[in-house]
């Protein structure tokens, strides 16, 4: 099953940077940034995509109400903030970084336009990205709105299996090394960190997985 929340296992930053292009590498620079830093708040001027060399980056918007809402969570080498290179003018989400060693890669939009005009192979996944991008959103949405919580939970760990899984010689369990928090997984499944917990407590209980911090088995029964 091809992921929903995350890209598959390809590096972008390796296809992507500037860095990678003779042409542009000498005026590029990469941006630092702590955990709670913005990169860009809704409304401002979307005149640059950004790709991740290093660290963890929260996209989401607030709600009439205040709430916050996550649309993803993305991690090195994904890119964000792509919707500019169609012509988006202003933002409608923001970017925020959730890790203290937050490194961006920025990309002007004409430079983009630029290297997407000279390298059809570069445009093409360009575009293909965009598009696997608002297939993930709208199956998220979907979940969301009309999924309960533990089903949401469940189908989330079968897009994480297929992301960070491997199957375990000795058991056969899937085993899934991941680099989200629990306060990363709820924000993304539409609940609370305390429900988060309740939620893998029971699948827990029920046999159907086992969890640490940073590790989810998932039994050979239910994989």
Not at 35 to 43: H, T
Not at 187 to 197: F, K, V
Request: charged residues 30%.
């Amino acid at each position: 099953m091809k992921s929903l929340w995350f890209f598959d296992d390809v590096n972008l930053f390796k296809v992507l940077c500037p860095h990678k292009f003779k042409t542009y590498k000498a005026n590029h620079d990469f941006d630092a940034y702590k955990k709670k830093d913005y990169i860009y708040f809704e409304e401002d001027s979307a005149n640059k995509v950004y790709l991740i060399e290093r660290g963890k980056v929260k996209i989401g918007y607030y709600s009439e109400e205040g709430d916050e809402v996550v649309k993803a969570i993305l991690t090195r080498g994904e890119l964000f903030g792509e919707t500019a290179i169609l012509g988006e003018s202003k933002r409608e989400e923001f970017a925020q970084s959730i890790d203290n060693t937050t490194s961006i890669c920025p990309i002007g939009v004409d430079t983009m336009h630029d290297l997407m005009r000279n390298n059809q192979t570069f445009s093409f996944k360009v575009y293909k990205v965009i598009g696997f991008k608002l297939k993930k959103l709208e199956r998220r949405l979907q979940l969301l709105l009309f999924k309960d919580a533990k089903t949401r939970l469940i189908e989330f760990l079968d897009e994480l299996c297929s992301d960070y899984g491997y199957d375990c010689e000795k058991t056969g369990d899937k085993v899934i090394h991941h680099p989200y928090t629990q306060k990363d997984i709820a924000s993304l499944i539409g609940t609370s960190r305390p429900t988060l917990n309740i939620l893998l407590n029971e699948l827990k209980e029920e046999k159907v997985i086992q969890f640490t911090r940073k590790e989810i088995r998932i039994h050979k029964n239910i994989a």
